[in-house]
Every structure is written in C-alpha cells, then in structure tokens.
T-cell receptor
C-alpha cells in the first residue's frame, strides 16, 4: 500500500513569489493535515482538510491556504513568500482522525 | 488553544541506559497523547499513543505514562540502542469533534552512544 506522497521534494523560490505544494493521502484516508517544520520549532499545525472542506487552521496568516480535491489529494499554497517561510512542509493523512501518517515532506527554501 | 511543552530538548545516553522524555499540556480537555519518532531525514512515525482513560501503556522497550491531574505525560525507553537515536515529538489533542488539532511539542533529540 502506498504511503502519503508529497511533491516536489525540494522547492526553491524567491521572496514575494508563490509556492504550491502537493500531497496525496493513503488510499481510503479522507483527512489531510499540513504541518510546518522549521528548525527548532517542532511541528506547527497549518491546516486540516476533511471531505473537501477546511476544518481547522493554525495560527498562520491568510497567505497560507489550500484545498482538498474530490480524490482527497490536497495542495498547500503560500503566497507572497517571506524568508521565514523556509521550512519543511509535512503532509499527513488519517483514517481515524488520530493516528497521522506523514509524507516525506517538501523542503521549501525562500531566497 | 493547546500548548505542549517538551523537555529536555536534547538527551544523550549510553547504549543500554534508559531515556525519559517529559511533556506537559495546557488543555484539560485533551484526551489523546501520541508520540512520534523522526529519524534524520525521515518522516515522523507514530511509535506509541495513550488515551486519557489509561495511566500507562507499554510496547516492548517503550512505555508512556500519563498524569491527568498534573497534565503531564512521559515517554520511557529502556535498554536504549543506537537505532533509537532520533527526534521524538510528543503531542496532545481533543480526539474527535470539529475542532480537532494535534499540537506537538518542539521535540527531543535523543542520541544513544554505542
């Protein structure tokens, strides 16, 4: 069974640009979660999607947004990139809303 | 919202020794407490979890304890091995409901020296 897949693996952008990150959950999982992992800050909750709807978001500005498609895949968009947005962005999916299965992440570098 | 504090941030032990990582949480309504292990360059993976109706749970060399009154929970690893070296994250959430959000601690870098 395929795990959670994320693309791209690495993404390099310049300040002010937009970034789009993609995630495919484990087959059968309807919930997708996005986390930001910046050095020394652990895993910061960004967004939760379930059945195509945004269910909850963390303390991030509105330029962080996303959506979930009918096939439950998801994308995270970050507009007006800032240097401090450089981080590993992890997507996770869940069947029961508790146990999260993480992807390998997208390393975003903002220059 | 929930706030999870994790200590220590780094921990170095000799192979065969025990390691203990402690976390505290702020939301008394939190009822689900998982622990994730992230090896260098890898994705976080769930290693054990505990619910608020249980005080302790064991799985081979790892165990978790929960003190609801004090709002703290701990991960215990016995007979540590070099492959236990990783970053460990604790987390807390209110399981279920529309306001679900898993809040993580900032992680503990465990190094097991051979």
């Amino acid at each position: 069974e395929a795990g959670v897949t994320q693309s791209p693996t690495h993404l390099i952008k310049t300040r002010g640009q937009q970034a789009t990150l993609r995630c495919s959950p484990i087959s059968g999982h309807t919930s997708v979660y996005w986390y930001q992992q910046a050095l020394g800050l652990g895993l910061q909750f960004l967004l939760w999607y379930d059945e195509g709807e945004e269910r909850n978001r963390g303390n991030f500005p509105p330029r962080f947004s996303g959506r979930q498609f009918p096939n439950y895949s998801s994308e995270l968009n970050v507009n007006a990139l800032e240097l401090e947005d450089s981080a590993l962005y992890l997507c996770a999916s869940s069947l029961d809303g508790e146990k999260l299965f993480f992807g390998s992440g997208t390393q975003l570098s903002v220059l | 919202g929930e706030n999870v504090e994790q200590h220590p941030s780094t921990l170095s032990v000799q192979e065969g020794d025990s390691a203990v990582i402690k976390c505290t949480y702020s939301d008394s309504a939190s009822n689900y407490f998982p622990w994730y292990k992230q090896e260098l360059g890898k994705r976080p993976q769930l290693i054990i979890d505990i619910r608020s109706n249980v005080g302790e749970k064991k799985d081979q060399r790892i165990a978790v304890t929960l003190n609801k009154t004090a709002k703290h929970f701990s991960l215990h690893i016995t007979e540590t091995q070099p492959e236990d070296s990783a970053v460990y994250f604790c987390a807390a959430s209110r399981s279920g409901g529309s306001n679900y959000k898993l809040t993580f601690g900032k992680g503990t870098l465990l190094t097991v020296n051979p």
